[in-house]
Nanobody, 116 residues
């Protein structure tokens, strides 16, 4: 089992920045990669960013504005979000894929609200 706890969400004005953190615990040695997803009100959960080893991957909507990074020493993944837009408003979920089956683990989510 892997447990994920997000932090760092909040309210920010358009153009501002926030950094989300996701701390993993439990069988972290089994984690293959980690990422972030988001779900806006009334919409489906969507991919934001993922990092496998040192290789990041981003959704087109956040490329150039968001940066994902991972500190394996403290089993934490970060999402630095710059130039935030009202369209970025959503609950952000941390995700980890672990084991031979790439089993999905999810955090509880953290709210990010961007005001115009």
């Amino acid at each position: 089992q892997v447990q994920l706890v997000e932090s760092g969400g909040g309210l920010v004005q358009a153009g501002g920045s926030l950094t989300l953190s996701c701390a993993a615990s439990g069988r972290t040695f089994n984690i293959n990669d980690m990422g972030w997803y988001r779900q806006a009100l009334g919409r489906q959960r969507e991919f934001v960013a993922r990092i496998a080893g040192t290789t990041p991957n981003y959704a087109d909507s956040v490329k150039g504005r968001f940066t994902i990074s991972r500190d394996n020493g403290v089993n934490t993944v970060y999402l630095q979000m710059n130039s935030l837009e009202p369209e970025d408003t959503a609950v952000y979920y941390c995700n980890a894929r672990a084991g031979y089956s790439n089993w999905d683990y999810w955090g509880q989510g953290t709210q990010v609200t961007v005001s115009s």
